[in-house]
């Protein structure tokens, strides 16, 4: 088995190839008489002839630093200072977009305020090459958990410290418009989550504790499980709207509590039902992993079950738990931006607001958060099941 440490880096040297070719060959930005036409392309190219000095100099640093971290991929100062360069070059690229859309509102303000600069596909191709060269580097830095995610985390902030320099650009004009319902679609988005994962693990836990006892139930639960699982979130949505405006003809009180075929109810309890499998299966894996003399010990000592449940298995089973809850809530993360299309609110309201108006932006406003939303839950469960890792004697 060959031992010696990797030299070139494969995944850098991919990442690059596509930059050049998104840089030469997607626009970088779009100018347009106003939000709703796509407007003309303006390609990296065409903009970089005319940058300063100083710019075209901490250009030639960045790339060189690059070309260093693709041939010494086993040196870990030298990646350290790539995904630092990347991340710096995340900023970079939402500058430069910010200074080009200042630049034309500027020239444009007296005869057409209405002009808009919106970011092309060159941009989040750049952006989302950088992005995963970054998180490469840091992998190679081959850092333990917490603080791997930590660097991750701290990629962020250049991009974060130089976002009010993009304010003409036209995200940003569709952000200020958005301002008063941005927050409250977040909050929401954040409720149906809730709502869906803590009933999911409530039932979920308890079902695996059961099919750990009752073969049977495993059998005939987990096959349904994986089949709702099959099923098209908007199918789902379908198929639950008649029983529920039902129920809530049949039960006045439910209707008052909000149960109805649209809104709330339907979105929560189809999240509910697709975040049972991961919940249900991770348990059954924690629980089934609690050594038995463990249990059995437990036992002897005159624990009854629940206190053998609460007490033993829970805890030792956590941390397997832990890895379907992650699960469970990114994929709810993203599956609850489909509930705007029974009225149930949140980020998806204002990305199928930009999608039935064909504004790209207003997309992206509420793709961006949702997305930045389940990253945020993945590291969280992830440096959550790090510190309940029992460290090796």
Not at 63 to 79: I, K, M, N, T
Request: aromatic content about 6%; hydrophobic content about 60%; some cysteine.
């Amino acid at each position: 088995m060959d031992t010696r440490p990797e030299r070139w880096n494969p995944v850098l040297a991919l990442c690059m190839a596509l930059a050049l070719g998104a840089a030469w060959g997607l626009p970088f930005v779009r100018v347009a008489p106003n939000r709703l036409l796509s407007g003309e392309p303006v390609f990296l190219w065409q903009w970089l002839p005319g940058t300063s000095a100083w710019v075209a100099a901490a250009l030639a640093l960045g790339l060189g630093v690059l070309c260093l971290a693709l041939v010494q991929a086993h040196r870990r100062a030298v990646q350290a200072s790539a995904a630092l360069v990347l991340s710096a070059g995340l900023a970079a690229l939402w500058l430069a977009a910010g200074h080009h859309a200042s630049s034309v509102s500027l020239a444009n303000q007296a005869d057409n305020p209405l002009v808009r600069t919106s970011l092309g596909a060159g941009f989040w191709t750049l952006a989302a090459l950088a992005w995963m060269a970054a998180l490469d580097a840091v992998a190679r830095l081959q850092l333990k958990t917490l603080p791997r995610l930590l660097l991750q985390s701290t990629l962020f902030a250049p991009l974060l410290l130089s976002l009010s320099a993009g304010q003409d650009l036209s995200i940003a004009k569709e952000y200020a418009n958005q301002s008063d319902v941005f927050g409250p679609a977040i909050v929401r988005h954040l409720q149906i989550v809730l709502l869906a994962i803590a009933p999911a693990v409530v039932i979920g836990v308890p079902l695996a504790w059961r099919m750990t006892r009752e073969p049977r139930l495993r059998e005939t639960l987990l096959p349904v499980l994986n089949v709702i699982q099959t099923i098209p979130s908007i199918a789902l949505f379908g198929l639950l709207m008649a029983p529920l405006a039902w129920l809530a003809v049949q039960a006045p009180m439910l209707g008052r509590l909000g149960i109805s075929g649209v809104g709330l109810a339907p979105a929560v309890l189809a999240l509910l039902l697709y975040a049972l499998l991961p919940i249900v299966r991770s348990a059954l894996a924690g629980l089934e992993q609690v050594p038995v003399a463990t249990v059995t010990a437990a036992r002897a000592m005159g624990m009854t079950p629940r206190q053998v449940l609460w007490h033993v298995e829970l805890p030792l089973a956590l941390p397997v738990l832990l890895i379907g809850l992650r699960t469970a809530v990114v994929q709810t993360t993203g599956l609850a931006a489909v509930t705007a299309l029974v009225g149930a609110g949140g980020l998806g309201s204002i990305m199928f607001d930009g999608l039935f108006s064909a504004a790209n932006e207003l997309v992206m406003l509420g793709v961006i958060p949702i997305v930045l939303l389940a990253l945020l839950a993945d590291h969280f469960f992830k440096a959550l099941g790090t510190l309940l890792e029992t460290p090796a004697a």
